[in-house]
């Protein structure tokens, strides 16, 4: 806990992290933790194989758009 408030607190000085971003980051919370459950849900119904293939298809399909992005 302390090591994070002093990251935040060098982001403030450093002004890397300004009140707007601040509030952005606040209301994005809920929406991060509604991910988080459903990601958890999911992937508790899910068998591991299957859990697997998808998560290679998504690293797989990243790949290829950052590819895209550098040429």
């Given at each position: ?10 982001f ?30 999911i ?11 998808m ?12 590819l895209?992005?550098?040429f």
């Amino acid at each position: 806990m302390v090591d994070g408030s002093l990251r935040i607190l060098g982001f403030i000085l450093s002004q890397a992290l300004h009140l707007q971003l601040f509030i952005l980051i606040l209301f994005s919370i809920p929406l991060v933790w509604l991910g988080m459950y459903a990601g958890g849900k999911i992937h508790h119904k899910m068998s591991q194989r299957h859990f697997g293939k998808m998560v290679s298809v998504i690293l797989f399909g990243s790949g290829v758009a950052l590819l895209c992005k550098h040429f």
